[in-house]
């Protein structure tokens, strides 16, 4: 049983070297070839306006890695609180925090320093405000009940704990709190060489 779970972990620690590993080579090198949709040409294709990247920096359209649009059904108001699961090199939450306002707040979350510096950067450079916290989705630098809506795109399911995810979603959420996430769901059991390749579950 012992080594079971050893070899669980064994390998649950190379995939995660392996997200960490690809999605800083999106912040650093964006032009790269990756085996996913990325940048504006998925951005579009999963249906941001064209005209609203063009009021985005480049540097967070360029590195953008989603799988779809959260801000379709956010309906993010002014003065909310909002938290941006993967934050990424900050597209959503320079978006959110339009939104949000002033008198809104948004917290990113990401396990990857280098995303979180350039989503820090480029809301800056958006005249946004956004914090950006360094840690894993599983166990959110964020207060019980501090937060009025949840966006998150293609990022629940690099995770190996999804409920625990899901959860700690729960736990940071006000009363009558929202979650919009776009991802990544499997409609049958996968099988075990696609359970345990890195570039399968780093995409």
């Known amino acids: 049983m012992v080594d079971a779970v050893d070899a669980q972990a ?3 620690g190379v995939l995660k070297d392996e997200i960490l590993r690809m999605y800083q080579e999106i912040a650093d090198d ?5 085996h996913f949709f990325h940048g504006r040409e998925a951005a579009e294709l999963f249906g941001y306006a064209p005209d609203v990247l063009d009021t985005v920096p480049e540097g967070a359209v360029a ?3 989603g799988v779809g ?3 379709l059904r956010a309906d993010i108001q002014p ?6 699961l993967g934050s990424g090199a900050g597209l959503d939450a320079v978006l959110a925090a339009r939104r949000a306002g002033s008198g809104g707040r948004v917290i990113g979350v990401d396990m990857n320093p280098a995303m979180c510096r350039k989503a820090e950067a480029n809301a800056a450079a958006a005249g946004a405000s956004m914090e950006c916290r360094e840690a894993p989705m599983e166990k959110l630098p964020v207060d019980d009940g501090s937060v009025d809506i949840v966006i998150s795109n293609g990022v629940i399911n690099l995770s190996f704990q999804k409920r625990r995810v899901i959860e700690e979603l729960y736990r940071v959420l006000r009363p009558g709190g929202r979650i919009s996430i776009t991802d990544i769901v499997s409609g049958k059991q ?3 060489n696609i359970v345990n390749d890195p570039k399968l579950w780093a995409s």
């Open 190 to 192: 996968l099988s075990q």
């Open 79 to 84: 003065g909310e609180t909002v938290l941006d």
């Open 63 to 65: 590195s953008f890695a």
């Open 69 to 71: 649009n959260p801000h």
């Open 30 to 34: 964006p032009t790269a070839e990756f």
């Open 10 to 12: 064994s390998l649950e």
